[in-house]
């Protein structure tokens, strides 16, 4: 696994992680590997990859600024121009997972995808509809797709 690019958005915070067969080392070599450094936004550790969000979950007050001089983005304060009256903020993170299968189809079929299903729970975004299932509607979205298996687990 590698690192392949990160997005910034006015709001967002995109991560891509590149998956290639241990064959193709040298094509991705531009791209650093995926390390199991435990203070990293993604890392690859014991055979899992895991994503920590770090990003803001409450409002602040700082915004993304593009310096000319250094080519990056800089956060710094934000002070509206009319106090009390300025927009509020909230930045989120997400990874995109990048699947290199060099002329071959990815395959897999519902008895994998039942096998590594787990109910989560959701959880309240600053500007979404709050509508997830609960664990009882979810379990019985499962019967109904896979009567045959066993009931639905928690994460």
Not at 28 to 52: H, I, K, M, N, Q
Not at 115 to 124: N, Q, T
Request: negative net charge; glycine residues 4%.
């Amino acid at each position: 696994m590698r690192v392949y690019q990160t997005h910034l958005y006015p709001q967002e915070v995109m991560y891509a992680v590149l998956v290639h067969s241990p064959a193709n080392q040298e094509q991705f070599s531009e791209y650093p590997l995926l390390t199991d450094d435990p203070d990293a936004v993604c890392c690859y550790r014991d055979g899992r990859f895991t994503w920590r969000p770090e990003a803001m979950c409450e409002t602040h007050s700082y915004e993304l600024v593009r310096n000319p001089e250094t080519q990056k983005m800089e956060a710094q304060p934000y002070t509206p121009r009319m106090p009390g009256f300025g927009p509020e903020f909230y930045v989120w993170d997400n990874v995109g997972i990048v699947l290199h299968v060099e002329n071959k189809q990815l395959e897999f079929g519902p008895a994998l995808l039942r096998k590594k299903l787990k109910f989560c729970k959701g959880e309240k975004l600053p500007q979404a509809p709050d509508n997830f299932d609960d664990f009882e509607t979810a379990g019985e979205n499962v019967r109904r797709l896979w009567p045959e298996d066993p009931p639905l687990k928690k994460v």
